[in-house]
């Protein structure tokens, strides 16, 4: 079951004024414009773990993240509009504080979409003492929950980039592109996985570049290995092998959420050559990575797609950063 969501096909577009800036021809899919809760790439995995509750006769969604978690604002953006209960547990995993970053972008918006917020640190016990009380608060009313992992990244939202792989196999294919290269933030897994196996179903081989933001790369490729067995399991198919899996952390810098100079130079050039805003959590790593490539001359002779995953409502709770 699937409950439509998100506006798609977004599209994919030439960035011309990048393009020459680098020397490399790019394109952007805009997964940013996906137009549920201010868009982003969770709403389409929310179309099927939503889909999934409701056939399930769930009436509330309990999901993870951190602080500013994307995730998080799309699940309260969605339940809102399903009319389902979305309960929150976020945690204050990345070392930021302030009044923007403890109150604003995200964060308000879950509150505006009528979330309930739950914050705790960043510790396994805090956490399963926080889950311990909303499993009772849930019980006590009678209600039936879907718990959905950080991310939306179990098999069920993995579809969701799944058909994203498809939808964006068949705009390369009508455009008469030839595509070596598509990057991608990598953050929880589910978005790779899923892209990886539309793109291989559809007969796309270009080489996909998971830019590691959350964990290196060999926590992330544990995630998207497992997603990956979990998807074909689910479409009856074979997985992808996991020889294609291209995972880079060397762009992760400090860790989740703090971004090094080089993603803000990143967000600059996208910005002053596209009018493209990006975060600096993840595409703003992911458009770094891709810079770095072209610099290095390791990207193919065709073109590269980038995959803008959304994010800038977050860019609220960085007042400090030097973005001129």
């Not at 999934?52 to 699940?75: E, Y």
């Amino acid at each position: 079951p699937r409950e439509p969501l998100a506006d798609s096909p977004t599209p994919l577009r030439a960035a011309p004024r990048l393009s020459e800036d680098l020397g490399q021809e790019v394109w952007v899919k805009r997964d940013d414009l996906t137009g549920f809760g201010l868009g982003g790439n969770k709403v389409r995995k929310l179309e099927f773990l939503l889909g999934r509750a409701r056939a399930d006769g769930c009436d509330t969604i309990v999901t993870f993240g951190a602080l500013q978690s994307n995730h998080a604002r799309q699940t309260a953006a969605a339940c809102a509009a399903g009319g389902l209960r979305c309960e929150l547990i976020l945690t204050r995993a990345v070392p930021r504080s302030g009044e923007a970053f403890d109150h604003g972008g995200n964060l308000a918006l879950d509150h505006l979409f009528g979330a309930t917020v739950t914050v705790v640190d960043d510790d396994d016990d805090a956490i399963a003492a926080a889950i311990g009380t909303l499993h009772e608060r849930i019980d006590a009313r009678g209600g039936v929950a879907r718990w959905v992992p950080p991310g939306g990244s179990d098999a069920v939202g993995t579809l969701g980039y799944v058909a994203a792989g498809v939808e964006l196999a068949e705009q390369i294919t009508a455009s008469g592109l030839t595509v070596d290269d598509v990057v991608v933030a990598a953050s929880t897994g589910g978005t790779y996985a899923g892209l990886l196996t539309g793109l291989r179903l559809s007969g796309i081989g270009s080489r996909l570049h998971g830019i590691c933001v959350y964990r290196d790369a060999e926590h992330t490729r544990d995630a998207v290995e497992g997603l990956l067995v979990g998807v074909a399991d689910l479409l009856g198919t074979s997985p992808v092998s996991f020889d294609e899996i291209l995972l880079d952390d060397a762009h992760l810098g400090a860790g989740y959420g703090l971004p090094s100079p080089g993603t803000l130079d990143a967000m600059r050039l996208f910005a002053r050559t596209e009018a493209l805003v990006l975060d600096p959590v993840y595409t703003g790593k992911a458009a770094e990575a891709l810079v770095a490539r072209v610099r290095a001359r390791t990207l193919g002779p065709g073109a590269t797609v980038f995959v803008h995953t959304g994010g800038a409502p977050a860019l609220g709770a960085y007042p400090d950063l030097d973005l001129a």
